[in-house]
């Protein structure tokens, strides 16, 4: 079995992990959801679940990969030969596939808007306008379509370059480019008159809101924003050497991922009540929040064209890890075998998504228990099989790897206090375990 490529530096471990991380769940996912599901109370378990699950379980997926030295399926075959937890990998698999269906989508819907930034701009146009150009846009099969195309051939051809090559080249410039954007964008929205009231709705929480599909949804927002449940970063972390701290670059990239969250929801709220839009918009949000921010902008058009480009690499960098996830299974890192199987996988995942690119168009009306095909595949991937990965996940470690091990594994490349080690070993033995289940539970039971 051949070892995985190695990473070639420390920063580009973290900048790609937290690649993976950063991307349409910070900023356009996150966003929406607490739209429909009451704002800021919604964003405080979110943040919740964020640190002391998703965390801990961040920790727990490097610990496994960098141990193993071997992508998902591989590492669990080895830690636990002869027994069917290796399925927790070929789950992963599964849910990087049909996620990246839809994934995809949304990155057409961007590759879209860039072309219309770069070749109409945004002089003239208001949140009405916008609104109608977006159901328009996304509405026509052919352009939707194509888009999600054009989205897939993207990502694979990094993922056909192989890791170091691929991903790491580009993340080392245009995450911190993306940062400082988001910046300016906030500074603006914040300063529109009647701001306030979106910064409280996002900040503030309010309790009356939540429900048990409200607690459910946070929890997988969590899972989705950090990338866990998938061994998406076991994968990763399979390629990094010894001698890199595995908690600190969970902890990096955690708050990483938190920041930019608060940042798009700083960016987007203040201006949805600004301009009398709707928090509750549902997927189409930020296209429609943000065009109109960027109007209101000296050199609005500009920036636009940037924070696109720039919102595309977000995408493109949790696109590559999803698709390297499916890949690197499929190939077991044998290198002859990657650039087939990244045309294969790929254009795999581009047929599995055409319903999905068509649910705000043809098959708008084609409703699985009410849902369209890609609200519902969202429901199944975010709500059911994140939740359940991260479970297993969650349980197979304390169960399989002996406590000792797990400790000297984290402590290569760190010096984590014996302490704060077993804070993590009760949050991911005890805590996690049961807050997936309970919220399992409570869905069931709250919506009947
Ligand atoms: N974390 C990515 C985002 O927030 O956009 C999405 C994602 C990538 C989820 C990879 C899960 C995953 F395994």
């Not at 940042?263 to 509750?280: D, K, M, N």
């Amino acid at each position: 079995m051949p070892k995985s490529d190695q990473w070639t530096s420390k920063l580009g471990f973290i900048l790609a992990a937290a690649g993976s991380a950063i991307g349409l769940g910070a900023i356009w996912k996150l966003p929406y959801v607490a739209g429909t599901s009451g704002g800021g109370a919604f964003f405080l378990i979110f943040l919740i679940f964020t640190i002391f699950l998703g965390l801990p379980l961040l920790l727990t997926e490097f610990t496994i990969g960098r141990k193993t030295q071997h992508e998902a399926i591989t590492a669990y075959r080895m830690l636990a030969p002869g027994t069917p937890w290796y399925w927790i990998g070929r789950l992963g698999v599964a849910t990087s596939f049909l996620l990246l269906s839809f994934y995809s989508v949304v990155g057409g819907w961007i590759v879209i808007y860039l072309y219309r930034s770069l070749t109409e701009g945004l002089a003239g146009r208001g949140a009405p306008e916008f609104e109608a150009l977006f159901g328009e846009t996304i509405s026509s099969p052919l352009l939707a379509v194509g888009a999600h195309l054009v989205f897939m051939i993207m990502t694979i051809l990094v993922v056909q370059g192989g890791v170091q090559k691929g991903i790491e080249r580009f993340s080392k410039i245009m995450m911190p480019a993306l940062f400082v954007l988001f910046l300016i964008i906030v500074i603006r929205s914040v300063t529109l008159p009647g701001a306030m009231e979106g910064v409280s709705f996002f900040l503030m929480p309010d309790f009356s809101s939540v429900t048990g599909e409200v607690i459910l949804y946070a929890l997988g927002q969590a899972f989705f924003s950090l990338s866990l449940g998938v061994s998406i970063m076991v994968t990763y972390s399979s390629y990094l050497k010894s001698t890199e701290s595995l908690p600190k670059s969970a902890v990096s990239i955690t708050g990483l991922t938190i920041f930019i969250s608060i940042l798009a929801g700083l960016a987007i709220f203040p201006a949805v009540f600004s301009f009398g839009l709707e928090p509750a918009e549902g997927p189409p949000l930020l296209f429609i929040v943000l065009p109109t921010v960027f109007s209101e902008l000296p050199l609005g058009g500009l920036f636009f064209i940037a924070f696109m480009a720039l919102l595309l690499f977000a995408t493109l960098t949790s696109a590559f890890s999803l698709l390297e996830m499916v890949v690197a299974s499929v190939t077991k890192n044998d290198p002859a075998k990657r650039k087939k199987a990244a045309w294969i996988c790929g254009l795999l995942i581009f047929v599995m998504g055409i319903p999905s690119a068509l649910s705000y168009g043809a098959m708008e009306n084609v409703l699985i228990f009410g849902n369209t095909v890609f609200d519902g595949l969202d429901f199944l991937v975010s709500n059911v099989m994140l939740p359940l990965g991260a479970l297993l996940i969650a349980v197979f470690a304390p169960l399989k790897i002996k406590k000792d091990e797990l400790y000297e594994e984290m402590q290569r490349g760190s010096t984590m206090r014996r302490t704060i080690f077993n804070i993590w070993f009760v949050l991911v033995k005890y805590v996690t375990p049961v807050a997936i289940v309970l919220a399992f539970i409570n869905m069931l039971v709250s919506d009947v």
